[in-house]
């Protein structure tokens, strides 16, 4: 018996047409071979979709691919992501559980005492017990877990699966990986295989009272940084599983998606004009026909701004030169002149004011209104004026205005343009 | 002041020797507080040595006592005996506190002569106001009566950078004391703390602990080796994260031990433990009797396998995967980012259990040296970068504190981190909270470091001897009052107490039936 476990495929997550391109083919492709390999099911926990609501175009070719898997006869077994839940069953996957193209396992009852108990579905074809959890965001669905009760699921014979989304803390490989990791001690122990999601790399591992816990990874990219990742070989597709009473192989099925470049500088102590030459020289180097190119900056430089690393040249010349997707990084990229430290508040208001008279003494300015106290009430007002949302039924065209107007204002400015 | 109340009166004595004369019907203890009421001040002071004192000399006493056994006279008494035999309390200035701004000085004079005392009251303690991010440590105890309405609360920052000392034997109340201070350390995130929980009592794994706070699910993380509780982490330690200089000062390596440790760090960097484990010294051509060549002689290899070996509980597989017995070391792909987690989650304010009761001596240390290392930096790098006033302050809590600050370890290996973070840790807002039976083997510079010493109980004089001789506060008196202190009580001497404070520390189950957590009732929503 084979059961296929797919995660973190992030339906719609994709601006750039070429790129959704890809993401339409990289998931049509995972089933298509799950098809191919007559599994018996399909798995998979959370983020199946970017939103809990994508856009029409995204929906068409996921009902019109789970119904192909469908009419195989191959049932599929998903809980919410931390990206496309809904409290309110409000989500496209409640929409696919209804037409019965997918089926949500999630079988909770919350009971007095304030536990919860969880029920198994069985798969009809194999008699494989199925359970699971959503993921919601932050770390909510924690509360969950700890709630839960276990015993009767740890009681529970015959080959049995969970399904979760969270961040395991046990097998994490990173410690950039931050955020809302839980430890594995929260899942109920004695299933035979632990189908994870929302961690975007391929990780297996066993232990005690835990055997196989996986995450297949997303099959394509989910997050910005995934594409940077694919750029450095990381290997995307899915998981398939053959089973009796336990788990007999685990095996990674690798899905091509799409070739990359990858130009990285390092900014350590340079100047910016070194930088724009070096993106130069690493640019000519590279054949970006058809690619997706990444270019990463990140370091300290030793003096100027960060936006003097001048990239609209280098990205004209790769458009020049057909690349599919540009994808910039200077987010690691700081200055010694202009750098901003952190700092912490017990609200946000306090925050950005620490943050403000942190990095204010930074500033070089002629003008005493733009510096000390001064500076720093006036940032705060602007950062405030600049963060108001458009009103209701307020057009861009008037809106932009009204903050452009306000904002110069408060800065005691005319505008130019008028 | 009320008659009734009264005590004692000054009748003499000298300036932290003061004699009083002991009310009849009262019953003065060694340690008991009173007050003397003076112009716009009072004196605080204490009992420190109680005795006899009579208005007929010793020989007519010891006739009368003669008359009384030998000749059986059953109704002989003292004329007026309350006036006649009494007891003399002696009693020490600790604070002189101004009424109009309660302000505490350390006292210069003595009490008006004749001067009448009465027992403390709460009213008197009004200056002990719990300030902000501070930590309850009990209430102030006078002899053997306790006043519950005066609660001690120490400056958390302050006491903890500035290292504290819990020194006491077995069975005097330690690990409740532990237990009562981080609990209050739990209610806020102004302190981090990692805990090195030899006897895995602190977290309550399954009684009462430090688990049922309120705060515990975002302040409290707790790691154990196997078997983990709900919602409790595995501590599993890549074997990556181990360096050459974490033995130092912990374990005993001979320079030419040390030399092929090193490198094996040079040649194989972050996976020399696993590599130098599965060398086989003699097959990889070093020769077993000249270390020439910059090689090492095969034997100095074995014995350094072997010493790993026992150290992190290492053995191979058959396929030649090293895996610790323990658990706690892996060499694979687990706990690559533990050392980095819990010093973060140190960082954040939180309180850290390490449950190390199936660790040896030795690599309990080298865990703790692992994380503090690691820690100690970040808070230097902090210091450089000027962030360090926003970092909570944050402090290892060790048992047995001798292991890594005693004298002889110190004088015979190389510095260690504990002894690093005793020295200059302050600077970085980072402390030690040593516990110790024994406090005359830790040196004295370091001693006299530990700014604060929560005192229990010690029936060992070698032991009193060296805290008094380290306390922040003048306790030369006080020797036969730290031997006669009984379960739970203390005495505080810090440089941030006004006066060396005694008292009653609160049953930690107590504490928890008060504070706990209640269990919830009502339905949670799932989707």
Not at chain 2, 65 to 82: K, M
Not at chain 2, 398 to 403: L, T, Y
Request: net charge negative; glycine share 6%; charged share 25%.
């Amino acid at each position: 018996m084979l059961f296929a476990h797919l995660s973190d495929i992030h339906l719609g997550f994709q601006k750039h047409e070429s790129l959704q391109k890809v993401e339409q083919q990289v998931f049509e492709k995972c089933l298509d071979e799950c098809i191919a390999r007559k599994v018996d099911f399909i798995l998979i926990p959370g983020d199946l979709f970017h939103v809990n609501i994508p856009e029409m175009r995204v929906q068409k070719f996921a009902f019109a691919k789970f119904r192909q898997v469908h009419d195989a006869g191959i049932p599929i077994y998903v809980v919410y992501g931390s990206h496309d839940f809904s409290p309110v069953s409000n989500s496209v996957i409640d929409l696919l559980a209804e037409v019965g193209y997918i089926t949500k396992v999630t079988k909770a009852t919350s009971n007095e005492n304030n536990t919860i108990s969880l029920d198994f579905l069985v798969d009809g074809k194999t008699g494989a017990k199925i359970a699971g959890l959503s993921g919601l965001k932050v770390g909510k669905d924690r509360e969950w877990y700890e709630k839960l009760d276990r015993d009767s699921l740890e009681a529970e014979s015959g080959f049995k699966i969970f399904l979760f989304h969270g961040g395991i803390s046990d097998m994490k490989t990173d410690s950039g990986m931050d955020g809302d990791q839980m430890p594995l001690s929260l899942l109920p122990k004695g299933f035979s295989y632990y189908a994870g999601g929302h961690m975007h790399k391929f990780n297996h591992q066993s232990f005690d009272g835990y055997p196989n816990v996986v995450y297949p990874g997303t099959p394509f990219a989910g997050y910005h940084a995934d594409l940077e990742d694919n750029a450095n070989g990381q290997k995307r597709g899915f998981v398939l599983v053959e089973f009796e009473d336990t788990v007999k192989s685990v095996e990674f099925v690798e899905i091509e998606n799409i070739s990359y470049e990858i130009i990285e500088v390092d900014a350590n102590n340079r100047k910016a004009e070194s930088i724009n030459q070096e993106l130069v020289e690493k640019t000519k180097e590279i054949d970006p026909t058809e690619k997706v190119v990444i270019i990463k900056i990140k370091g300290e430089l030793t003096s100027g701004k960060t936006a003097d690393v001048d990239i609209s040249a280098i990205r004209d010349e790769l458009n020049s030169r057909n690349a599919m997707v540009i994808n910039v990084s200077k987010n690691g990229l700081t200055s010694k002149e202009y750098s901003i430290t952190e700092a912490k508040g017990a609200n946000k208001e306090e925050i950005e004011t620490n943050v403000f008279s942190e990095n204010i003494g930074q500033l070089r300015f002629e003008y005493p209104e733009l510096l000390n106290e001064e500076g720093i009430k006036l940032a705060k007002k602007l950062l405030h004026e600049l963060g108001q949302p458009v009103l209701v039924n307020e057009k861009k065209n008037e809106y932009i205005p009204r903050i452009r107007d306000n904002a110069l204002a408060l800065l005691g400015l005319d505008d130019a343009s008028q | 002041m009320d008659e009734i109340s009264i005590v004692g009166q000054v009748v003499g004595g000298s300036f932290g020797d003061i004699v009083i004369r002991q009310k009849a019907g009262t019953n003065l203890e060694i340690g008991d507080l009173m007050v003397s009421e003076e112009n716009g001040s009072f004196l605080i002071l204490q009992v420190f040595s109680l005795e006899f004192g009579s208005q007929i000399q010793d020989k007519m006493q010891q006739m009368m006592s003669g008359v009384n056994l030998e000749q059986g006279v059953v109704d002989a008494q003292f004329y007026e005996p309350d006036f006649v035999n009494y007891v003399l309390a002696r009693i020490k200035p600790l604070a002189r506190v101004f009424k109009e701004n309660c302000d505490v000085k350390i006292p210069k004079s003595l009490p008006s002569f004749f001067n009448k005392v009465r027992l403390i009251t709460k009213d008197d303690l009004k200056f002990l106001q719990k300030e902000k991010d501070s930590v309850f440590v009990g209430y102030i105890r006078s002899g053997s009566k306790i006043i519950k309405e005066a609660e001690v609360w120490l400056p958390a920052e302050d006491v903890f950078s500035h290292h504290m000392l819990i020194p006491a034997t077995t069975g005097r109340g330690k690990s409740n004391l532990v237990k009562t201070i981080l609990w209050s350390v739990l209610d806020t995130n102004k302190v981090g703390a990692l805990v090195l929980d030899a006897h895995d009592e602190y977290f309550g794994r399954s009684g009462i602990g430090l688990k049922l706070h309120p705060r515990a699910k975002d302040n409290l993380m707790y790691y154990t080796p196997s078997n983990p509780p709900v919602g409790a982490n595995r501590l599993t330690i890549n074997l990556q994260s181990i360096r050459p200089e974490h033995f130092e000062g912990i374990v005993d390596f001979s320079d030419p031990q040390f030399q092929a440790i090193r490198m094996a760090h040079r040649q194989h960097r972050s996976n020399w433990v696993r590599e130098l484990m599965v060398t086989d010294a003699v097959a990889a051509g070093m020769e077993s009797t000249t270390p020439s060549r910059g090689d090492f002689a095969a034997a100095t290899m074995m014995v350094v396998q072997r010493k790993l070996r026992l150290l992190l509980s290492l053995e191979k597989d058959e396929e030649g995967v090293v895996f610790s017995r323990h658990e706690v070391f892996d060499s694979t792909t687990k706990g690559l980012t533990t050392v980095d987690d819990i010093v973060k989650d140190i960082e954040a304010g939180k309180v850290v259990v390490l449950d190390t009761s199936r660790l040896g001596d030795e690599a309990e240390l080298l865990v703790g040296n692992i994380i503090a290392s690691k820690l100690l930096q970040k808070y230097k790098d902090a210091k450089a970068s000027g962030e360090l006033e926003r970092k909570p302050v944050a402090t290892i809590v060790i048992e047995e504190a001798p292991r890594v600050i005693g004298v002889d370890v110190l004088t015979s290996r190389n510095d260690n981190i504990y002894s690093t973070i005793a020295k200059e840790g302050r600077k970085f807002k980072v402390g030690l909270t040593a516990i110790t039976q024994l406090s005359s083997v830790i040196p004295k510079t370091i001693l006299a470091n530990m700014n604060t010493k929560i005192i229990l109980g010690n029936e060992m004089k070698q032991e009193r001897e060296a805290i008094i001789a380290s306390a922040s506060q003048d306790l030369s008196e006080d020797d036969k009052n730290i031997a006669s202190l009984d379960k739970g009580e203390a005495i505080i001497t810090s440089i941030f107490v006004p006066f060396a404070m005694p008292i009653k520390i609160p049953l930690f189950e107590d504490i928890v039936k008060e504070k706990g957590v209640a269990p919830e009732t009502g339905k949670t929503k799932v989707f």
